[in-house]
């Protein structure tokens, strides 16, 4: 059997290199390393996958995040609704830009931000909402985009963990996720579900001058060269990774349907346990499974991931630290937080290796070795 790891990076790349690796040699003999014809090529192919105006490519995911929020002019301590429960990038940036962030509780079957809890959390400083699509599963946009329109806020999707997947709205309509806020956040880090051989991220918005000022905000403020009219960061897509990334994006479909069938093995395999919840699958989200994550009932966890270890198979916890727990945040006076679902759910989740290159075998030997374990 094939070595198992969370992701497999190398076997993906295998079956496309020759035209990576004559991609790359492109770059390298045209030595457009920054801002080459193949950054301008990736943006607008993203813009027709994604099926959305404006894409500007930036650095990585968190610089996607920040960019997006430096252009809503914002004023410190104004306040920023977002998950508790989410990689840290998400809520970081936000106090990086000092603002302050308000942690909403999240689904406790979808694992994405709480609608109910999100209205609660509104007073006359929120700003922006800033919902993450979890695990590679939308959240509820229609209903995060009615509350925003009712109280005048910004919705800035952190779509990092979700590139492909889809929403459907009650009248039928299904839009990409990202491409359903004021603006979209992505990242390319190498194990997303469209990963680069490096760092990458990119911003999407369907306003034309949100994303000329992203644009700007992304390039030192400036719009004429040396003329810096507001003040900016230094985020680049550089022209290899956007080489890479072009190839990549014509196959995404088909990693993100690969990433649905391990899904569906594991659901069938852990379906009946009644140790373990299978992922929900929302009725308006297509889930492109980013992670596989159980809901463990009555199972030692530490226990399960050390007798997956003994046997090569990797699980990991995202995230074993929700962002209220989080120290960095204590400056902002968040004060005693109540996020009873937040807290539950980092005791209890557990992710499993799911990817685009895994087979049968591997599969057959992870379900047996999981079920096992909860049987004792
Ligand atoms: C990966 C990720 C980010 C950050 O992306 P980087 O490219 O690593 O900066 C932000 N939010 C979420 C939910 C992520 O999973």
Known sequence: MRPIQMVDTRSQYQKIKNEVDKAVLDVMDSSAFINGPSVKEFAKNLEAYLGVKHVIPCANGTDALQIALMALDLQPGDEVITPSFTYIATTEVVALLRLKPVFVEVDRNTFCLDVVDLEKKITSKTKAIVPVHLYGQAANMEAIMAIAEKYNLFVVEDNAQAI?????????????????????????????????????GAICTNDSELATKMQMIANH??????????????SRLDSIQAAILNIKLAHLDEYNNA????????????????????????DFASHVYHQYTLILNDVDRDGLVSFLAEKKIPAMIYYPVAGHQQKMFAQFNIGEQHLPVTDWLTERVVSLPVHSEMDNEQLEYITSAVLEFVKR
Do not use: M
């Not at 990202?178 to 992505?186: K, P, R, S």
């Not at 390319?188 to 051989?197: C, D, E, I, M, Q």
């Not at 004429?224 to 960061?233: L, N």
């Open 221 to 234: 403020g400036q719009s004429k060269r040396y003329y810096h009219d507001v003040v900016g960061c230094n």
């Open 259 to 282: 990433r649905q069938e391990v899904a569906a093995y594991y659901d069938k395999a852990f379906g009946s346990s009644e140790k373990l919840a299978v992922p929900a699958k929302a």
């Open 164 to 200: 492909g997947a889809e929403f459907t709205f009650s009248d039928g309509a299904i839009r990409k996720t990202g491409t359903i806020g004021h603006i979209g956040c992505t990242s390319f880090y190498p194990s997303k579900n469209l990963g680069a051989f490096g760092d990458g």
